[in-house]
């Protein structure tokens, strides 16, 4: 088929409300992410119906148009922005938003792949159940888009990634067909699980139309303690003795530095500090939650930190007394990330390694970091109950922000090395989109990315989803642009 | 390859202790399994490591030998049973049986697959950490056919299938070259999660030779309850109310009905029963436990129980006051399917369904079996939680058994019809095998069924591994065996 006839088609298809051709609606929200560059879009599609999104891939299909995913477009690494060749059809799923079935016996939910994250959370709560995916992009970020990528966040501890929450899916296949594939069972052994194909799959297998999302009982109360911690080894004796003795009741365990917490002391004059930053090296943010009637979270914390203090695992602690004190140690947790801005542009890395590996991470990525780039601040936190570490860093103060910059491979490549040598991952929950494609190819072995690719083409024989994302076509030559 | 030449350097590979040709060694633990013609087979191999996993699979491929995988011989379906040809090797796991690796703050075991399930839960339990897997055949299944089939079992409410339980794996593919996944990893995007289309797929894909399992806190105190239930709706009821009450610390919620307590009362002199079993038409068996110190669960089950009591769902219940007790509530439980064969031969159906839809499964199938064969006793039990009915039938009791087993094609088909048009599965836990190859033809899409041919045609292309399982090879004709 023609393209232009196809594209004439696919407008039909999908309606007057369904579509534009207008970039400048679509910038920047659709064309940008941080760290690749800005895309360009054919034509921007919104189908209303799994009907409309199979018109639409069959359309793509016939006439060999590539296909762009995109949900929320909150991603990390450039997964939903298309190349700057003006060839592709951006797919957004956002106009379908409905929730489909909720059901409180079944502790399930039924969602279409556009529904913002935040909105499913509500639904759940409104039926007095849990939905406990949660991110800092959850008020824009779609299911669709969470599921493609596997997100992580902070819940993954108690309750999984993205995937372990999904219990089936509806997939429309790079052809068109529809894959129905939207059973609410917690057992099905029939054969291969399709589901976990397209799942972290990051929209180049096909598109995730509609998904069966696992429910969990509501928490009705929290218990939130701020600990200093003797050294970086103790958080981990602090995180499995709080496994033990909470009853597995522990749903956020998150490292912070020293550096984080005189970083927000020094930006946030709203932002009150348990301690002063100088009380130790290490903290870490632990919260229980529990659905349990008329428990007593607070006793069950202090017990735990009293273990802790006698075991000489952690220095100090504070638990939170009251709701307003709970917000306030989060907020140090969630001023993290924009207090590091004003000090500067920061290297990032989404590593993970084996829990007790990450004393190692730490040591040795601040060693031969420092060793490079001499004053360089190393700022890393995050999710130790996952091996999850953001691994940040601020430049020299002194050090102009060009010459910083051209750190950035050589700072690179030292922390994957060091996660590889580690047994880790060097894409924790981002992912691999557009900017990490490179370092796939390096950090799996040989036999694991074949066998990917020959899925991919297995697929989508044309590589027309979601192109130069994971695998780009080899028979592609994306200089030429 | 001649398959004579391969065959002697399999024999080399492996070395003495690790093969034999003799099958009276091998009859029956290797050759039989319930509703399957006995096997037969050229050689029994059992390598001592993956390298030599990889050196067999690499000859049997270069020679064109089928490859049967073996753990313990405990599936339902015949999935490890090679046909009666007598051309194929079946690869036993049991020499591979190390615990490679147990590390308490990562909550990780590391195992091979030849490892007895018992062995790696007692593993586990001499560091204080939980391997929740549990199943009838745990005193002799391995963990590497755990995987294989997915396995289910009494834990899977709280914490999942196999499935769940796996954070990596090692596998050797059809062409003898060795994947390994064996990552530790609780958050790792980087690419198609391959280790799902191992998990589950009866050894049609390769051999898991070895993963990574999660481990839990060690369950320090349990509290078990048995409950007369108004009916079977109630039994929703309650598991959504205890999950909530409890802190969704549920781990076993086993419904039993009036025909078992009275079959366990005719059987079973040694086993006292909680009520007559008059009492109601339908029990459930809850249990909840948790690792968390100086918890008082009995006093928790209590409150669950009288709140039950208050909203009308439950007639009746004892809470166990001691290890003795609560030993004897489960001796029932356990009892069911023992008691149940001195009722003469059983048509036994292994369903799932979504939670909510349970009642209707049950009434529904009860209705039209009863229709066309008057007298039978339906005797469905299983797990609520999971939406999995183990749903026996037991003959009428004047009717000849060979009468009787010519009803199993049509109860089967009713069965399984209502089980479809509920949204559920024909094969909850127990896998495909040979024996409901045709079932899956029928009962899943030609879309799923299609994607699936095309996976196992791309890492199998010549179906070697396990043939006739899941997807038999479509050039073969098993009618001229």
Chains 1, 2 share one sequence.
């Not at 200093?228 to 009853?247: N, T």
Request: net charge negative; with cysteine; charged share 20%.
């Amino acid at each position: 088929m023609q393209i232009d006839n196809a594209i004439h088609r696919i407008k039909a298809a999908v309606g007057a409300k369904g579509w534009s051709e207008n970039s400048t609606e679509l910038i920047p929200s659709m064309m940008y992410s941080v760290g690749c560059p800005p895309g360009e879009a054919k034509l921007f599609v919104s189908p209303l119906t799994t009907e409309e999104v199979s018109q639409v891939m069959a359309l793509c299909n016939q006439a060999n148009i590539p296909v762009v995913p995109q949900g929320g477009n909150t991603g990390m690494c450039g997964g939903a922005i298309p190349d700057p060749s003006k060839t592709s059809v951006i797919l957004s799923l956002r106009r379908m938003n409905n929730v489909r079935d909720l059901s409180t016996l079944d502790y399930t939910i039924t969602v279409e792949a556009g529904c913002i994250l935040q909105d499913i959370q509500g639904a759940a709560e409104q039926a007095n159940r849990f939905f406990p995916l949660s991110l800092g992009a959850e008020g824009s970020c779609q299911i669709g888009g969470n599921l493609a990528t596997n997100a992580g966040g902070i819940n993954v501890l108690r309750y999984g990634n993205t995937r372990d929450l999904a219990l089936g899916l509806e997939v429309v296949l790079p052809d068109g067909t529809v894959l129905n594939g939207l059973r609410r069972l917690k057992k099905d052994n029939t054969g291969y699980d399709l589901k976990h194909l397209f799942i972290g799959a990051e929209g180049t297998m096909g598109i995730i139309t509609a998904a069966v999302l696992k429910l969990f009982p509501y928490p009705q109360s929290r218990s939130t303690a701020f600990c200093a911690i003797v050294d970086l080894e103790s958080s981990l004796s602090l995180l499995a003795m709080a496994r033990e003795l909470s009853g597995d009741q522990i749903s956020s365990f998150e490292l912070i530095p020293r550096i984080a917490l005189e970083t927000v002391a020094k930006h946030r004059d709203d932002i009150q500090l348990p301690f002063s930053p100088g009380e130790a090296e290490w903290y870490v943010l632990m919260e229980i939650s529990t659905s349990r009637k008329n428990d007593d979270l607070g006793s069950l914390n202090e017990l735990i930190l009293g273990e802790a203090i006698d075991a000489g695992i952690i220095s100090n602690a504070v638990i939170a007394q009251s709701e307003k004190q709970k917000n306030g140690l989060w907020a140090i947790r969630e001023a993290l990330v924009e207090v590091q801005k004003e000090e500067g542009y920061s290297i990032k890395h989404d590593v993970s390694v084996p829990i007790n590996r990450i004393p190692e991470l730490i040591h040795l990525a601040c060693e031969r970091v420092l060793a490079i780039c001499p004053g360089i601040r190393p700022y890393p936190f995050g999710h130790v109950g996952d091996g999850n570490i953001h691994f940040n860093f601020s430049p020299p103060p002194t050090l102009p922000a060009k010459k910083f910059l051209e750190f950035i491979d050589q700072i690179n490549q030292i922390v994957y090395d060091i996660v590889d040598s580690l047994d880790g991952s060097f894409s924790a929950e981002h992912g691999i989109g557009q900017t990490k494609v490179a370092a796939l190819e390096t950090y799996r072995s040989a036999t694991e990315v074949a066998l990917m690719k020959n899925i991919k083409q297995l697929v989508d024989p044309r590589y027309l989803m979601n192109p130069g994302k994971l695998f780009p076509d080899p028979a592609f030559n994306s200089e030429a642009l």
